[in-house]
């Protein structure tokens, strides 16, 4: 798996820490990292962007972007509005593929959901995966809501043949409600791929020295860490 896409199911639901996790137990593991931000927007030129965040929380990764847009807006959107050329799914995949030469593990890191749109084209980040051929790590929400939108995720992946890794909850409050309980069951059952890992509510706010300590006990041995869905499963419904 030397390329992995990560996308959630919509915005804010925690998709660039649980990207630094992943690279965080990588890196645990004696793994070379790149992360690509297939496109940034909400930023200025000098500003921060979600890659240089993951590489603060993670550790040393190598990071690239392949286009940013000051507005916080679809990428499509963004892109327009600033009078600049738009993302191309082929432009990212080619960023992706020689990142790859390099390093042992690529996380390509969408905007939004799986379909926001890059261009005018409509090229997405779906498309993105289907030239890389790359499995797909989808981050959700816990709450209310996350069992359509994970599905209709997962079934537009199957529809294009390609590999959902798993899922990640990209936030787990303390305590969780009944709804979060249940869905740690509901969400492999929807998505028809297993649950890999979940992010304590503000695990992006802690130091990067205890965020690199604890980060491979958010997610699974399939992505190099030590969590374990059961005995989550089991905290969960205590």
């Not at 200025?44 to 972007?65: C, F, I, K, N």
């Not at 392949?66 to 990212?92: K, M, N």
């Not at 890059?118 to 816990?142: I, K, M, N, W």
Request: proline letters at 8%.
């Amino acid at each position: 798996m030397p390329i992995l896409v990560i996308t959630g199911t919509g915005t804010e639901v925690g998709k660039t820490v649980t990207t630094a996790a992943v690279a965080a137990a990588a890196l645990a593991a004696g793994r070379t990292v790149a992360v690509l931000k297939a496109a940034q927007t909400g930023v200025g030129p000098d500003e921060r962007g979600d890659a240089d965040e993951v590489a603060r929380l993670a550790g040393p990764v190598t990071v690239a972007e392949v286009a940013r847009y000051p507005e916080p807006l679809a990428p499509a959107t963004a892109a327009r509005r600033a009078g600049r050329e738009p993302v191309r799914p082929a432009d990212v995949a080619e960023a992706a593929q020689k990142l790859a030469t390099e390093h042992d593990l690529v996380l390509v890191e969408g905007a939004g959901g799986l379909l926001v749109r890059f261009d005018e084209a409509g090229g997405t980040l779906a498309d993105v995966a289907e030239l890389l051929r790359a499995p797909v790590l989808l981050v959700a929400s816990a709450g209310l809501g996350t069992l359509n939108t994970t599905e209709l995720t997962a079934r537009e992946l199957r529809g294009r043949r390609l590999e959902l890794l798993g899922v990640v909850i990209g936030s787990w409050p303390t305590p969780p409600d009944l709804a979060m309980r249940c869905n740690v069951t509901d969400l492999p059952e929807v998505s028809g791929a297993p649950l890999l890992g979940a992010l304590p509510e503000g695990a992006g706010a802690r130091t990067p020295a205890d965020f690199r300590a604890a980060a491979p006990g958010w997610v699974a041995p399939r992505l190099d860490g030590t969590w374990r869905a059961e005995e989550f499963r089991e905290a969960a419904d205590a």
